[in-house]
């Protein structure tokens, strides 16, 4: 998209699984919501024909090969960017996207495929405005998920494979990556987040945060 037409914010939410990215997103869309700004919440794998496909993958991994299982993280992506993150960029929307192309660097990364690699073929994608990348020790993430969450470890949440995309995600360089220590407690994060929320919108067109 040429920069003249896109009015909009992209802020992306990246991290391995339990690092509570999903639980901050929330956060930030009401605080944005209740303040008025034009703010719209979506994720990847998305809810489309790609991204139920996707789904399957969870409970069994060896479905697909891996060349299919990027090329399927890349049509639900290009079909998310056309059908709503590009008009909504237009239409001036801040964006709130749980996961983006940086996952696809780290978790498909992990699997064989060269990150940067993986990042060429997303651009077609547009670049976040910002990307808040939640780090956590892999087992802490773990933890939060098993008991926590009281869920079971799906086929992308298994320990060692984990650790592998936290070392993609840590050997990342890009100016929009903002990484946060997710350690802490849930409002000690939500504070370090309104913190870059409020530096990109002074930026930015939309009105200042206070
Ligand atoms: P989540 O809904 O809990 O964030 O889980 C989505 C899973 O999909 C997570 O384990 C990461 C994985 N994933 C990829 O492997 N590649 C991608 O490009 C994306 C967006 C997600």
Same mark, same amino acid.
């Given at each position: 998209? /040429?920069? =003249? ?7 992306? !939410? *990246? ?18 919501? /209740?303040?008025?700004? +034009? ?5 990847? +794998?998305? /809810? ?20 299919? *299982?990027? *090329? ?28 983006? !192309?940086? @996952? ?9 495929? /060269? +990150? ?7 651009? !077609?994608? +547009? ?6 990348? !939640? ?9 939060? $998920? ?5 869920? =079971? ?5 298994? #320990?060692?494979?984990? &650790? &592998?995309?936290?070392? $993609?995600? @840590?050997? $990342?360089?890009?100016?929009? #990556? ?6 802490? @407690? ?5 504070? =370090? ?18």
């Amino acid at each position: 998209m /040429d920069h =003249t037409e896109k009015k909009g914010l992209l802020i992306v !939410f *990246e991290g391995t699984d339990g690092t509570g990215k999903s639980t901050q997103l929330q956060l930030l869309y009401k605080v944005l919501h /209740d303040k008025g700004y +034009p703010v719209v919440a979506t994720r990847e +794998p998305t /809810d489309g024909k790609y991204g139920r496909e996707i789904r399957q993958l969870y409970v069994n991994r060896k479905k697909f090969s891996h060349e299919k *299982e990027l *090329e399927l993280f890349l049509a639900d992506r290009r079909e998310h960017v056309d059908e709503l993150l590009n008009p909504a960029l237009r239409n001036g929307k801040i964006i709130l996207c749980d996961r983006y !192309f940086l @996952s696809t660097a780290a978790y498909q990364g992990a699997i064989g495929f /060269d +990150p940067e690699t993986i990042l060429n073929r997303n651009s !077609f994608a +547009p670049d976040p405005d910002l990307a808040l990348l !939640f780090q956590t020790p892999v087992d802490i993430g773990v933890t939060r $998920i098993v008991s926590d969450r009281g869920d =079971t470890l799906n086929d992308f949440e298994q #320990i060692e494979s984990l &650790k &592998k995309v936290a070392e $993609i995600f @840590s050997g $990342i360089d890009r100016p929009y #990556i903002k990484r946060i220590d997710a350690t802490d @407690s849930i409002e000690s994060v939500h504070q =370090t987040v309104m913190g870059h929320i409020a530096t990109l919108f002074a930026s930015s067109s939309f009105l200042p945060l206070n």
